[in-house]
C-alpha cells in the first residue's frame, strides 16, 4: 500500500470537538494519530445523530465521522498515575493537539518548557476558544457562538425587506463550521511546523484561537470595511455586499432550487442568454436587449432574472445545469449532501469510501478525500475506535506494561 | 527562522479559492512568486473597493504600457500580501521557455486554470518533471481534472451548492435555502489548495519525491458536509434545515435573539440547567421561566417556538455587547452576531491577538491586512511573509526574478519587455 503524505508522524489528540476534525485530517493524510478519552469515552461521543438513533457512546455518527482512521486509548489524565503514562504516550510523538479546557495540562505541571524538556522536537498545537489571554480568554462558546462572533452569520441569512430592514435572523450554516474553519488552518500551521522541524531539528508551539480562525475566513465584509467602511447586506444564498443583488438561486420543476449568479462576466452573460434562447425562455430578452452594450443594470437583470425564473421552473433540479456547465455557464443544483453519493464524478475521484463497522457487521459511506492525490492517497478508516480499544496495544505494545498492569489500571479507573 | 524558509512556490492561481493557498505558505516563509500578465491580470485587482484611482480599462493603451491604477484594489491587497509579483506572458512560447526555467529552481507549482490549459502549452505535470524531477505539481480546479465533470466552471457559490453546504443553510421549509452570504469554499478551498502543497512538501522533504495532485474546490466543499452523509449512509435520513437551532444535543435555548438597535442580534447557547437558571436569573426570573413547559432541557427542547418568543422579547431590550457581557459573567455562552466594523473597531479579543497587522504597499501605502490565526513560539510567522510587505503591484518583483534568479541581462530584459513577454 502507498504511503500516505505524513507517512513517519505520530499525532496524540487530547481534548474534545474543538480539535478533532485536525485530527482526523492528520489520520487522513497517513499519520498514525492516537486519541486520548477519559474512561469511558470522550465528550463528543454524546453528540448525535446515532446510529439507528439509539443513543449510545459507541453509535455516534458524529464520533464516527470525526475519528474515522484514528486508534483510541482511554486514560483519566487527572489520576496520579496517569502523569507517568501520559508523559510517555507525549515523548514518542511527533505532534500533540490539544483541545482540553485552557490550562489542563499546565495545571497538571505539562506547561510548555515542561513538554519541551520532555520531547524538544514536539510540535504542541493549542486550540483554544479565544485564546489563552485576553478579555474573552474565559468566554464561554459553542459552535454558533463562534460563528456569532466571529462575523459569518452577519454575512449569512435571507433578503432584507424592501424598506432594508431585516424580519429574519442571520442564520449559522450547519453543520460545525467554525470547528472546520479553525481545524483546517491549524493543520496548515501544524504541518508547517512538521516542515520547519525538518531543518531547525527544534519542535514548536503554535496557539490557535478558533474566534481568530473564524474572523480572518469571512470574505469581503473586512477588506470593503477597512477601505470603505461601509457595512454588507445579508442576502438569500449570495454574496453579501454593500447593495442588493438580483436573485441567485431559483425554485425548480420539482419543488427544488438551482443556483447562478448573474453578472459574473460578459462572455457569461452572452452565453446564458444564448442558453435560454434555445431553451425558448429567450424571446423578451432578445427583442429588448438585442445590443449586448444595453445588456445591464436593473431592467436588464430583471428581464433576465425572469426569463430564468421560467426557465428553471419548467425543469428538475438534476434536469438541466450540466447541459448549461458545458457552455461554460456556472449553473449548479442545490443539492442535499448525500445526493453526491449516486455522482460518477465522485466515483470516479473515490471521494467516498465504504468503511467497515466488524462488530456491527455493517458498512457505510462515508465522506473521503478532499482531494486526489494518487502517490500519496488518502486513508479513510478504520473506523472510530470503541473507547479504549487499543489500550492493551499502546500501553502494553509501546509503553511495555504487561497485560497484568494494564488489567490493574483498567480496574482502579485510571484508564 | 520560518517555517518554509527556501520553498519557491510557483503561483498560477487567479482570486480567492486559489490565490489564498500561496498566501497561507508565504506566511509560514515561502516564496511565492505570482504570475500574471496584462490580458490575465488577477481579477481582484479590478475588484473595489479602491485606494484612489480605479483602474481605467478604456483607454487604449500600447502593448508595452503597463496597465492603468491595477495595484490599488484592497481586496487584492489583503488576498495577496506578501507574495512576490512577475509579469509574465504564458500564452506566448518565449513566454513559456522563461516559465520552464523558473521551474527548474522551483520547488512547487500550482494553477488554478481550466483543466486543459497547462497541458495544452505542453506543460503538463510529465514536461515540468522532466525538468524538475522533485517538482511538486498541484493543479487547483474546479472540480478536478478526472472525471466527468473535467473543465466544468466553479466558483465558491456552485461549490457550496453542489456539495449540500447551501441546503444545510437556512430556516426550514417553507423557507428557502438561506446558504451562504460570502464564498465560503474560497476561504476553504484555498486550505485545502495550501494543505495538499505542505503535505507534498514534507512529503518530498522525508523521500525526495515531488508529485502531481488533482484538487478541486469540490471536494474539499464535500469534505465539509459533516455527518450528513453517513446519517443517510447509516440511518436513511435525509438532510433537513434546522435554522440555527442545536443539531447534535439538546441545547435550548439555542439561537440568535433581537437586541435593541437597527438589525442587532445576539447568540446564546443553553447547554445544561445551571446555564439556564443563570440566564433565567439575569432576566429577573419572570413567572414564565419557571413553568413545568420550560422546566426541563427536554421540556424546553419541545416548547422552542414559545421560548424563542418569550426570550427574543427580553433581549429586543437589551443593548447587545452589555447583554453579551452580563451573560458571560453569568456563566452563559452568549455571543453578538458581529459585523465587519464590530470586529474591526471594537473587538478587544481581536485586538489583543493582533488580528489585523499593517503591511506596506508601494503605491496605496500601508493598511491593515488579515494576519494568520496561528501564533508560533519559537518561528518567525506571519503575513507579509519573509519580505514583510503587503500585496505586489503588477509586475513588481520582474527585477529580481528575471534578474537576480534567471540572471539575464538588462538588454535581454528590456528586449523581452518590448515584446510583450515580460
Known amino acids: 500500500m502507498a504511503d500516505g503524505f ?27 494519530v492516537i486519541k486520548v478519552e477519559p474512561p469511558g469515552g470522550g465528550p463528543s461521543r454524546l453528540n448525535g445523530p446515532f446510529y439507528q438513533d439509539q443513543p449510545d457512546p459507541t453509535r455516534s455518527l458524529y464520533f464516527w465521522h470525526y475519528n474515522v482512521g484514528k486508534r483510541g486509548v482511554t486514560l483519566d489524565i487527572h489520576a496520579p498515575r496517569a502523569k507517568a503514562m501520559l508523559e510517555k504516550l507525549i515523548a514518542r510523538s511527533d505532534v500533540l493537539i490539544d483541545s482540553l479546557p485552557l490550562d489542563t495540562l499546565s495545571r497538571l505541571g505539562l506547561d510548555w ?98 474566534h481568530q480562525a473564524v474572523a480572518v475566513s469571512t470574505e469581503v465584509d473586512v477588506p470593503i470595511w477597512i477601505y470603505s467602511q461601509k457595512p454588507v447586506l445579508r442576502q438569500t444564498g449570495r454574496h453579501a455586499v454593500q447593495r442588493v443583488t438580483p436573485q441567485a438561486q431559483f425554485k425548480t420543476a420539482d419543488g427544488r432550487y438551482s ?51 421560467r426557465c428553471m421552473g419548467a425543469y428538475g433540479v438534476e434536469e438541466i445545469w450540466r447541459e448549461a456547465q458545458r457552455k461554460r455557464i456556472s449553473w449548479a443544483a442545490v443539492r442535499l449532501p448525500e445526493e453526491n453519493l449516486g455522482d460518477e464524478h465522485w466515483r470516479m475521484r473515490q471521494t467516498f469510501a465504504r468503511v467497515e463497522h466488524p462488530e456491527l457487521g455493517a458498512s457505510f459511506n462515508y465522506v473521503g478525500a478532499p482531494t486526489l492525490a494518487e502517490q500519496c492517497p488518502w486513508r479513510t478508516g478504520p473506523r472510530a475506535p470503541l473507547p479504549g480499544e487499543h489500550n492493551q496495544e499502546i500501553y502494553g505494545g509501546q509503553l511495555g506494561l504487561d497485560a497484568e498492569q494494564v488489567e490493574d489500571l483498567r480496574r482502579q479507573g485510571v484508564i | 527562522m520560518r517555517p518554509l524558509e ?72 489583503d488576498i495577496n500580501a506578501g507574495k512576490r509579483a512577475i509579469s509574465l506572458n504564458m500564452t506566448r512560447p518565449e513566454g513559456r521557455e522563461i516559465f520552464k526555467r523558473l521551474v527548474a529552481i522551483s520547488d512547487v507549482v500550482v494553477d488554478s486554470f481550466t483543466s486543459e490549459t497547462m497541458r495544452n502549452w505542453g506543460l503538463g505535470y510529465e514536461v515540468l518533471k522532466s525538468i524538475k524531477p522533485d517538482i511538486i505539481y498541484l493543479q487547483q480546479s474546479g472540480w478536478g481534472y478526472k472525471g466527468v465533470y473535467s473543465g466544468f466552471g466553479s466558483y465558491g457559490p456552485v461549490a457550496q451548492a453542489i456539495s449540500g453546504l447551501t441546503e444545510q443553510s437556512g430556516l ?28 507534498a512538501v514534507y512529503y518530498k522533504r522525508r523521500t525526495g519525491k515531488g508529485q502531481y495532485i488533482d484538487g478541486s474546490q469540490l471536494e474539499p466543499s464535500i469534505y465539509l458536509t459533516g455527518t450528513a452523509v453517513l446519517d443517510y449512509s447509516a440511518n436513511g435520513r435525509h438532510w433537513q434545515r434546522r435554522g440555527n437551532r442545536a443539531i447534535a444535543r439538546p441545547m435550548a435555548p439555542h439561537g440568535v435573539y433581537r437586541c435593541a438597535g437597527e438589525d442587532r442580534w445576539i447568540a446564546i447557547a443553553v447547554t445544561n440547567e445551571e446555564e439556564w437558571r443563570a440566564l433565567a436569573a439575569q432576566m429577573g426570573t419572570p413567572q414564565w421561566t419557571a413553568e413545568p413547559r420550560f422546566a426541563t432541557m427536554a421540556a424546553r427542547v419541545a416548547n422552542q417556538d414559545e421560548l424563542d418568543r418569550l426570550l427574543g422579547a427580553w433581549t429586543a431590550q437589551q443593548e447587545p455587547f452589555a447583554l453579551q457581557e ?97
Open chain 2, 6 to 77: 527556501g520553498v519557491r512556490v510557483l503561483d498560477l492561481t487567479w482570486v480567492l479559492a486559489g490565490g489564498g493557498g500561496p498566501r497561507l505558505l508565504d506566511a509560514l516563509g515561502a516564496e511565492a512568486i505570482r504570475i500574471e500578465w496584462r490580458e490575465r491580470l488577477d481579477s481582484l485587482r479590478l475588484a473595489g473597493p479602491f485606494v484612489g484611482p480605479e483602474p481605467d480599462q478604456s483607454r487604449p493603451r500600447r502593448p508595452t504600457d503597463p496597465p492603468a491604477n491595477v495595484n490599488r484594489s484592497g481586496i487584492f491587497n
Open chain 2, 326 to 422: 452580563r451573560l458571560q459573567a453569568a456563566g452563559v455562552a452568549a455571543g453578538v452576531c458581529q459585523t465587519a466594523e464590530d470586529r474591526v473597531e471594537r473587538d478587544p479579543q481581536l485586538r489583543h491577538l493582533n488580528w489585523l497587522i499593517p503591511l506596506p504597499h508601494p503605491e496605496i501605502g500601508t493598511w491593515p491586512v488579515k494576519n494568520v490565526p496561528f501564533h508560533f513560539a519559537n518561528a518567525v510567522v506571519g503575513q507579509g511573509g519573509p519580505l514583510e510587505r503587503a500585496a505586489p503591484c503588477y509586475g513588481q518583483d520582474n527585477d529580481y526574478v528575471y534578474g537576480e534568479l534567471l540572471r539575464l541581462s538588462a538588454q535581454e530584459r528590456e528586449r523581452l519587455r518590448r515584446q510583450g513577454i515580460i
Open chain 1, 259 to 309: 443556483m447562478l449568479l448573474l453578472g459574473i462576466t460578459p462572455r457569461e452573460s452572452a452565453a446564458l442568454i444564448e442558453f435560454l434562447t434555445e431553451k425558448g425562455f429567450g424571446a423578451e430578452l432578445n427583442e429588448k436587449f438585442k445590443d449586448p452594450t444595453s445588456r445591464r443594470g436593473p431592467e436588464f437583470n430583471a428581464c433576465l432574472t425572469g426569463a430564468l425564473t
Open chain 1, 113 to 210: 518548557p515542561a513538554l519541551r524538556k520532555l520531547n524538544p522536537r514536539l510540535i504542541y498545537l493549542v486550540i483554544t476558544p479565544f485564546g489563552r489571554s485576553g478579555p474573552w480568554r474565559d468566554y464561554k462558546a459553542t459552535d454558533l457562538i463562534h460563528l456569532a462572533l466571529g462575523g459569518p452569520m452577519m454575512c449569512c441569512g435571507y433578503d432584507p425587506k424592501p424598506d432594508g430592514t431585516y424580519d429574519t435572523p442571520p442564520i449559522a450554516p450547519q453543520m460545525w463550521h467554525a470547528y472546520h474553519i479553525a481545524c483546517n488552518q491549524a493543520f496548515i500551521a501544524a504541518v508547517g511546523a512538521l516542515i520547519g522541524r525538518e531543518m531547525s531539528g527544534a519542535g514548536e508551539m503554535i496557539d490557535l484561537p478558533i
Open chain 1, 6 to 32: 505524513l507517512f513517519d508522524v505520530k499525532v496524540l489528540e487530547l481534548g474534545d470537538e474543538k480539535g478533532e476534525f485536525c485530527g482526523k485530517l492528520f489520520a487522513g493524510a497517513g499519520a498514525e
Open chain 2, 172 to 199: 426550514p421549509e417553507p423557507y428557502p435555502p438561506a446558504g451562504w452570504g460570502y464564498s465560503y469554499m474560497d476561504w476553504s478551498g484555498a486550505y485545502y489548495c495550501a494543505i495538499m502543497m505542505l503535505l
